[in-house]
């Protein structure tokens, strides 16, 4: 008669974690390269003031006003003749009426004060200025 041989396993101490090494490493370097993608917004030189600044992701559509002048709703470019219209149709999309001014320090004051009349013609009231806060000269001499 022939006894048949019973196997018996080892539970296995060691555990491999080259794989999830990878898989972390190659997590970590995609969100590095694409952080810095995930702030939109057109590139603006800000004026800086004492003055306490507007928290731009509250609800709101963001107007801004580049270094060459030129106007973009939420990041969309926009021309004045039809300024009214893309931001009328960007106002019922988002259900906002808040609007938030971002403008270059370099941008010629009377493109500033097109829009911002533009923006009154509308009937909008509720107009913000983003600004950068000042740097504090408390360290300097």
Known sequence: MRHARR?????????????????????????MISAPLLQSGIEVNLPKTKAAT??????????TIDAKGGIYINDVWARMDNFEQALEREMSAK?????YLRGDSAVV?????????????MGIDNIGLITSPEESKKGKR
Do not use: C, H, P
Request: charged share 15%; glycine share 6%; net charge negative.
């Open 54 to 63: 507007v928290n731009e992701e509250t609800e709101g559509i963001v107007v």
């Open 7 to 31: 196997r018996t396993y080892t539970a296995m101490a060691d555990i491999n974690i080259t794989n999830l090494v990878d898989v972390v490493l190659v997590l970590l370097i995609v969100f």
């Open 109 to 121: 004051y009377g493109t500033a004060i097109a829009v911002i009349g533009q923006l009154k013609d």
């Open 95 to 99: 259900n906002t009426s808040s609007i």
